[in-house]
């Protein structure tokens, strides 16, 4: 074999390394951007979703607190709006996670039911409190708001519980 023979197998083997190099980088980024799609269309909204719906819940109680204090009507009734509308807000946020296809599996449709669930567990109640704070009923209501104070950490650490989902969920997409 002569010299300008095996230099020119030599470019030809450079060049289809090279060409094969550059093939597989192609197809590693095209990987790499499909799972950062997954994790930028489902996993981060998400995650955006479920934190403004916490916020929502944790905005709604202060008021409630409120309408107990309060003694006059105008007050109470101030309050009683500003948690309805927060309640809202969480609601809305929820069924938005439902309707935007933001469920991944059955797991995490169990959290999103779970919370709907005790959201509207806690709506009961913050109604109940505000009625016997109407009537006038200071002490059953705070006795009230004592008595539930498990029950309404429990949406609180389900909503937690329910983001802590979603965060690990990211890693095994890009996995």
Same mark, same amino acid.
């Given at each position: 074999?002569?010299?300008?023979?095996?230099?020119? @197998?030599?470019?030809?083997?450079?060049?289809?390394?090279?060409?094969?190099?550059?093939?597989?980088?192609?197809?590693?980024?095209?990987?790499?951007?499909?799972?950062?799609?997954?994790?930028? #269309?489902?996993?981060?909204?998400? @995650?955006? #979703?479920?934190?403004?719906?916490?916020?929502?819940?944790?905005?709604?109680?202060?008021?409630?607190?409120?309408?107990?204090?309060?003694?006059?009507?105008?007050?109470?009734?101030?309050?009683?709006?500003?948690?309805?509308?927060?309640?809202?807000?969480?609601?809305?946020? @929820?069924?938005?996670?439902?309707?935007?296809?933001?469920?991944?599996?059955?797991?995490?449709?169990?959290?999103?039911?779970?919370?709907?669930?005790? @959201?509207?567990?806690?709506?009961?109640?913050?109604?109940?409190?505000?009625?016997?704070?109407?009537?006038?009923?200071?002490?059953?209501?705070?006795?009230?708001?004592?008595?539930?104070?498990?029950?309404?950490?429990?949406?609180?650490?389900?909503?937690?519980?329910?983001?802590?989902?979603?965060?690990?969920?990211?890693?095994?997409?890009?996995?």
């Amino acid at each position: 074999m002569t010299i300008a023979k095996r230099l020119g @197998l030599l470019a030809t083997l450079l060049i289809s390394g090279l060409l094969m190099i550059g093939l597989a980088g192609l197809w590693a980024m095209s990987t790499i951007h499909m799972q950062l799609e997954k994790v930028n #269309t489902d996993i981060l909204p998400s @995650l955006d #979703t479920l934190s403004e719906t916490a916020v929502a819940f944790h905005r709604a109680r202060p008021p409630l607190l409120m309408h107990v204090l309060e003694s006059t009507p105008e007050d109470k009734a101030k309050y009683a709006a500003r948690f309805k509308e927060r309640i809202k807000e969480a609601e809305t946020n @929820l069924n938005h996670y439902q309707e935007q296809g933001l469920v991944n599996d059955q797991e995490d449709q169990g959290h999103l039911d779970k919370e709907k669930a005790l @959201l509207q567990t806690y709506v009961k109640f913050g109604e109940q409190v505000m009625a016997l704070s109407d009537q006038g009923k200071t002490a059953e209501a705070i006795a009230l708001i004592e008595q539930e104070t498990t029950r309404i950490d429990e949406l609180a650490t389900q909503f937690k519980q329910h983001l802590a989902f979603n965060h690990q969920l990211a890693p095994q997409l890009s996995g």
